[in-house]
């Protein structure tokens, strides 16, 4: 037995004397710890999954870095296998490296272009939330309250009021 309710463990026998006052304050206190624990515990979690996103973005941008350099690498490279192998002159060589990159830019920048004026904007939103000023200035009816208010009307004019 447990001498105060609600001070035992979970799953406590307790007292079976106890007023509604006692039980509602065992409730809620035991609710209110629950509470605190879930946050707890979510705090925890989400401290340590921060962490873990933090490692695999650093991962990335040492990545994207190394990338970077390998890239202009390449491009060097390519340019001086066209002047040893095709025989052009240094500067045609990293003319047309220069040249390529210039066009695939090209290509991204028309793709992006094309994909913002595709944009049409938060249109949904747009329209609930203007409805739903409608709706609080009074303007108009809400959605399935046709039915609701024909009911009424309906009712209204059989009793006579």
Known sequence: MVDKPGTGGPGAVGDTDRSVGELVSDVTGNFSRLVRLELELAKAEAKLEAAKAGKGIAGF???????????????????????????????????????????????????????????????????????????????????????????RAGATATTGN
């Open 61 to 151: 941008a040492v990545f994207a870095v190394l990338m970077h350099i390998f890239v202009i690498l390449l491009s060097v490279t390519i340019a001086f296998v066209l002047y040893e192998v095709a025989g052009l002159p240094g500067w045609a060589s990293f003319a047309i490296v220069t040249g390529f990159y210039l066009l695939v830019a090209i290509v991204f920048a028309l793709f992006g272009l094309v994909s913002f004026r595709r944009m049409r904007g938060l249109e949904r939103t747009r329209l609930t939330t203007s409805r739903l000023g409608a709706i609080l200035r009074r303007e108009i009816t809400p959605p399935g309250s046709e039915v609701a208010a024909a009911g």
